[in-house]
Protein backbone atom coordinates (compact mmCIF):
# COMPACT_ATOMS: atom_id res chain seq x y z
CA UNK A 1 0.00 0.00 0.00
CA UNK A 2 1.35 3.63 -0.58
CA UNK A 3 0.58 6.80 0.98
CA UNK A 4 -0.61 9.12 -1.14
CA UNK A 5 0.46 12.83 -1.09
CA UNK A 6 3.36 12.41 1.62
CA UNK A 7 5.04 15.74 1.36
CA UNK A 8 7.47 16.72 3.50
CA UNK A 9 6.37 21.12 4.58
CA UNK A 10 9.10 22.94 5.57
CA UNK A 11 7.95 26.60 4.57
CA UNK A 12 8.83 27.53 8.46
CA UNK A 13 11.94 26.06 8.72
CA UNK A 14 15.00 27.37 8.44
CA UNK A 15 18.86 25.89 6.85
CA UNK A 16 20.99 26.12 9.70
CA UNK A 17 18.56 24.00 12.26
CA UNK A 18 19.93 20.87 10.64
CA UNK A 19 23.29 21.19 11.31
CA UNK A 20 22.55 21.37 14.83
CA UNK A 21 24.07 18.59 16.63
CA UNK A 22 21.19 15.72 17.93
CA UNK A 23 22.32 16.52 21.56
CA UNK A 24 20.41 19.91 20.78
CA UNK A 25 17.65 18.14 19.40
CA UNK A 26 17.24 15.76 22.37
CA UNK A 27 17.99 18.08 25.03
CA UNK A 28 15.41 20.17 23.47
CA UNK A 29 12.60 17.79 22.97
CA UNK A 30 13.24 17.03 26.96
CA UNK A 31 12.90 20.81 27.64
CA UNK A 32 9.80 21.25 25.70
CA UNK A 33 8.38 17.84 27.82
CA UNK A 34 9.32 19.63 31.36
CA UNK A 35 7.71 22.98 30.40
CA UNK A 36 4.78 20.87 28.65
CA UNK A 37 4.05 19.28 32.70
CA UNK A 38 4.44 22.48 34.11
CA UNK A 39 1.99 23.78 32.17
CA UNK A 40 -0.14 21.10 32.72
CA UNK A 41 -0.27 21.73 36.51
CA UNK A 42 -1.92 24.51 35.03
CA UNK A 43 -4.38 23.87 32.94
CA UNK A 44 -5.90 20.77 34.06
CA UNK A 45 -5.61 22.77 37.69
CA UNK A 46 -4.02 19.80 39.67
CA UNK A 47 -0.96 21.11 41.73
CA UNK A 48 -1.61 24.32 40.54
CA UNK A 49 0.90 25.66 43.18
CA UNK A 50 3.57 23.61 41.38
CA UNK A 51 3.16 26.02 38.03
CA UNK A 52 4.18 28.96 39.72
CA UNK A 53 7.04 30.34 41.31
CA UNK A 54 6.61 31.15 44.89
CA UNK A 55 7.20 35.30 43.38
CA UNK A 56 5.26 34.87 40.38
CA UNK A 57 2.47 37.61 39.46
CA UNK A 58 -0.37 37.75 37.27
CA UNK A 59 -0.84 41.54 35.44
CA UNK A 60 -3.89 42.52 33.61
CA UNK A 61 -5.92 45.27 32.92
CA UNK A 62 -9.46 46.33 34.66
CA UNK A 63 -11.46 48.54 33.85
CA UNK A 64 -9.08 49.98 31.64
CA UNK A 65 -6.55 50.36 34.94
CA UNK A 66 -3.17 47.84 35.71
CA UNK A 67 -3.91 45.42 37.74
CA UNK A 68 -1.63 42.68 39.26
CA UNK A 69 -2.12 39.73 42.16
CA UNK A 70 0.12 37.46 43.56
CA UNK A 71 0.29 34.09 42.32
CA UNK A 72 -0.57 32.56 45.60
CA UNK A 73 -3.61 34.57 45.84
CA UNK A 74 -4.76 33.24 41.94
CA UNK A 75 -4.05 29.65 43.19
CA UNK A 76 -6.00 30.07 46.41
CA UNK A 77 -9.05 31.62 44.75
CA UNK A 78 -8.88 29.13 41.62
CA UNK A 79 -6.70 26.11 42.67
CA UNK A 80 -9.62 23.89 44.64
CA UNK A 81 -11.82 23.78 41.87
CA UNK A 82 -12.51 20.76 39.33
CA UNK A 83 -10.04 19.77 37.31
CA UNK A 84 -9.66 20.14 34.22
CA UNK A 85 -10.00 17.90 31.42
CA UNK A 86 -6.30 18.08 29.08
CA UNK A 87 -7.51 19.75 26.17
CA UNK A 88 -9.52 22.30 28.08
CA UNK A 89 -7.03 24.83 26.93
CA UNK A 90 -4.41 25.03 24.31
CA UNK A 91 -1.34 25.72 23.93
CA UNK A 92 -0.92 27.48 20.55
CA UNK A 93 2.78 28.96 20.89
CA UNK A 94 6.36 27.85 23.01
CA UNK A 95 9.58 29.28 22.56
CA UNK A 96 12.43 28.19 24.43
CA UNK A 97 15.86 30.04 24.88
CA UNK A 98 18.12 28.21 27.08
CA UNK A 99 16.71 28.69 30.56
CA UNK A 100 14.08 30.78 29.76
CA UNK A 101 10.79 30.22 27.60
CA UNK A 102 7.19 31.80 26.47
CA UNK A 103 4.27 29.94 26.15
CA UNK A 104 0.59 31.00 24.70
CA UNK A 105 -2.57 28.88 25.69
CA UNK A 106 -6.11 30.01 24.67
CA UNK A 107 -9.54 28.53 26.12
CA UNK A 108 -12.45 29.18 24.43
CA UNK A 109 -15.79 28.49 26.88
CA UNK A 110 -19.04 29.90 27.65
CA UNK A 111 -19.07 32.99 25.44
CA UNK A 112 -15.19 34.23 26.03
CA UNK A 113 -11.46 33.62 24.70
CA UNK A 114 -9.00 33.98 27.83
CA UNK A 115 -5.34 34.48 26.14
CA UNK A 116 -2.39 33.73 28.38
CA UNK A 117 1.12 34.46 28.10
CA UNK A 118 3.24 32.89 30.47
CA UNK A 119 6.28 33.54 31.30
CA UNK A 120 8.70 30.74 32.26
CA UNK A 121 12.14 30.19 33.86
CA UNK A 122 14.14 26.72 34.65
CA UNK A 123 15.96 27.56 38.30
CA UNK A 124 17.01 24.86 40.01
CA UNK A 125 16.34 21.93 37.26
CA UNK A 126 12.65 23.42 37.14
CA UNK A 127 10.66 25.31 35.11
CA UNK A 128 8.13 27.16 36.27
CA UNK A 129 5.89 30.44 35.44
CA UNK A 130 7.28 33.85 36.57
CA UNK A 131 4.62 36.05 34.71
CA UNK A 132 1.01 35.42 33.48
CA UNK A 133 -0.42 37.98 31.15
CA UNK A 134 -3.89 37.65 30.20
CA UNK A 135 -6.59 38.99 28.03
CA UNK A 136 -9.88 38.34 28.57
CA UNK A 137 -12.83 38.88 25.40
CA UNK A 138 -16.58 38.49 25.01
CA UNK A 139 -17.64 36.28 22.34
CA UNK A 140 -20.89 36.77 20.56
CA UNK A 141 -22.63 33.56 20.73
CA UNK A 142 -24.82 34.79 17.37
CA UNK A 143 -21.99 35.19 15.91
CA UNK A 144 -19.80 32.33 16.95
CA UNK A 145 -22.57 29.58 16.16
CA UNK A 146 -21.35 27.34 13.83
CA UNK A 147 -24.83 25.33 13.26
CA UNK A 148 -25.84 28.60 11.77
CA UNK A 149 -23.48 28.74 9.10
CA UNK A 150 -24.14 26.41 6.22
CA UNK A 151 -21.31 25.60 3.13
CA UNK A 152 -21.98 23.39 1.19
CA UNK A 153 -18.85 23.04 -0.92
CA UNK A 154 -15.82 20.99 0.35
CA UNK A 155 -14.36 20.93 3.98
CA UNK A 156 -11.07 19.71 4.99
CA UNK A 157 -10.40 18.40 8.72
CA UNK A 158 -6.98 19.18 10.15
CA UNK A 159 -4.75 17.56 12.79
CA UNK A 160 -1.85 19.00 14.32
CA UNK A 161 -0.18 16.35 15.40
CA UNK A 162 3.43 15.95 17.62
CA UNK A 163 5.82 12.94 16.98
CA UNK A 164 7.64 12.45 20.46
CA UNK A 165 10.55 11.59 19.03
CA UNK A 166 12.36 11.95 16.02
CA UNK A 167 13.60 9.09 16.21
CA UNK A 168 10.36 7.06 15.35
CA UNK A 169 9.65 8.96 12.58
CA UNK A 170 9.44 5.69 9.49
CA UNK A 171 7.89 3.65 11.98
CA UNK A 172 5.21 6.65 12.55
CA UNK A 173 5.02 6.97 8.54
CA UNK A 174 4.43 3.32 8.16
CA UNK A 175 1.41 2.98 11.18
CA UNK A 176 -0.40 6.04 9.26
CA UNK A 177 -0.08 4.06 6.45
CA UNK A 178 -1.33 0.87 7.18
CA UNK A 179 -4.51 2.34 9.52
CA UNK A 180 -4.65 6.29 9.28
CA UNK A 181 -4.68 6.08 5.44
CA UNK A 182 -5.99 2.77 4.61
CA UNK A 183 -9.22 3.92 6.27
CA UNK A 184 -9.36 7.02 3.91
CA UNK A 185 -8.48 4.58 1.13
CA UNK A 186 -11.32 2.76 1.62
CA UNK A 187 -13.47 5.82 3.05
CA UNK A 188 -12.40 7.58 -0.56
CA UNK A 189 -13.45 4.13 -2.48
CA UNK A 190 -17.46 4.29 -1.06
CA UNK A 191 -17.39 8.09 -1.66
CA UNK A 192 -17.15 9.50 1.73
CA UNK A 193 -13.96 11.41 1.43
CA UNK A 194 -12.22 13.19 -1.96
CA UNK A 195 -8.59 13.29 -0.95
CA UNK A 196 -6.15 13.07 1.87
CA UNK A 197 -2.48 14.08 3.02
CA UNK A 198 0.23 13.59 5.53
CA UNK A 199 2.40 16.60 5.48
CA UNK A 200 5.63 16.54 7.84
CA UNK A 201 8.97 18.56 8.69
CA UNK A 202 11.49 16.35 7.90
CA UNK A 203 12.59 14.66 11.08
CA UNK A 204 15.47 16.92 11.81
CA UNK A 205 13.66 20.21 12.15
CA UNK A 206 10.55 17.97 14.52
CA UNK A 207 12.41 18.59 17.89
CA UNK A 208 11.37 22.11 19.33
CA UNK A 209 8.14 22.67 17.19
CA UNK A 210 4.92 22.94 18.94
CA UNK A 211 3.45 20.77 16.34
CA UNK A 212 5.36 18.58 13.28
CA UNK A 213 3.00 16.22 11.27
CA UNK A 214 -0.54 17.42 9.58
CA UNK A 215 -3.16 15.05 8.93
CA UNK A 216 -5.61 16.45 6.19
CA UNK A 217 -8.68 14.93 5.20
CA UNK A 218 -10.86 16.45 2.01
CA UNK A 219 -14.64 15.82 2.26
CA UNK A 220 -16.87 16.62 -0.48
CA UNK A 221 -19.49 18.60 2.19
CA UNK A 222 -20.08 18.57 5.87
CA UNK A 223 -22.81 15.55 5.26
CA UNK A 224 -19.95 13.84 4.25
CA UNK A 225 -17.83 14.42 6.79
CA UNK A 226 -20.26 13.60 9.36
CA UNK A 227 -21.35 10.10 7.76
CA UNK A 228 -17.85 9.41 7.49
CA UNK A 229 -17.33 9.70 11.35
CA UNK A 230 -20.18 8.05 12.14
CA UNK A 231 -19.67 4.99 9.81
CA UNK A 232 -15.62 5.24 10.88
CA UNK A 233 -16.06 1.66 12.65
CA UNK A 234 -17.31 -0.07 9.67
CA UNK A 235 -14.91 1.29 7.20
CA UNK A 236 -11.99 0.90 9.34
CA UNK A 237 -13.17 -2.50 9.77
CA UNK A 238 -13.45 -2.72 5.92
CA UNK A 239 -9.91 -1.33 5.62
CA UNK A 240 -8.07 -3.76 7.91
CA UNK A 241 -10.15 -6.51 8.48
CA UNK A 242 -7.79 -8.11 10.95
CA UNK A 243 -7.86 -4.75 13.39
CA UNK A 244 -5.52 -2.04 14.09
CA UNK A 245 -2.51 -2.87 12.73
CA UNK A 246 1.22 -1.92 15.21
CA UNK A 247 4.39 -1.71 14.08
CA UNK A 248 6.49 -3.06 16.55
CA UNK A 249 3.59 -3.50 19.13
CA UNK A 250 2.80 0.07 18.63
CA UNK A 251 -0.56 2.33 18.01
CA UNK A 252 -0.33 5.39 15.85
CA UNK A 253 -1.37 7.39 19.60
CA UNK A 254 1.10 5.55 20.64
CA UNK A 255 3.91 7.44 18.57
CA UNK A 256 2.26 10.84 18.40
CA UNK A 257 0.07 13.63 20.33
CA UNK A 258 -2.68 15.67 18.98
CA UNK A 259 -2.12 19.30 19.53
CA UNK A 260 -5.20 20.48 17.18
CA UNK A 261 -7.90 19.72 15.80
CA UNK A 262 -9.53 22.11 12.95
CA UNK A 263 -12.04 22.11 9.92
CA UNK A 264 -11.31 25.06 7.09
CA UNK A 265 -13.76 25.46 4.22
CA UNK A 266 -12.84 26.51 0.47
CA UNK A 267 -12.72 30.30 -0.11
CA UNK A 268 -10.53 30.95 -2.82
CA UNK A 269 -8.57 28.55 -5.00
CA UNK A 270 -6.76 28.87 -8.22
CA UNK A 271 -8.87 28.34 -11.52
CA UNK A 272 -8.21 25.38 -13.10
Known amino acids: MRLHSFKYFGVFSFVFIT ?149 DYEDYMKCLQYNWAAARTEGKRQGYINSYQVLALPPTQMADKIWNVLLITEYPNQQRMKAFEKDFAKIAKKATPKGLVKIKGKAPRDFADIVNYHTFIDTIHSKD
Open 19 to 167: SLPSVWAQNSTQEMKAIRQTLMYYITNTNMQKAFHEQAQLKFVRDGKYSQISANDFVKRVGNGPARPKNSIAITQLDIAGNAAFAKLTNRSKGRIVTDYMSLLKMDGKWVIVSKVFSMQKVDPANNNSKAFKHDGPVWAVNQMRLRKAS
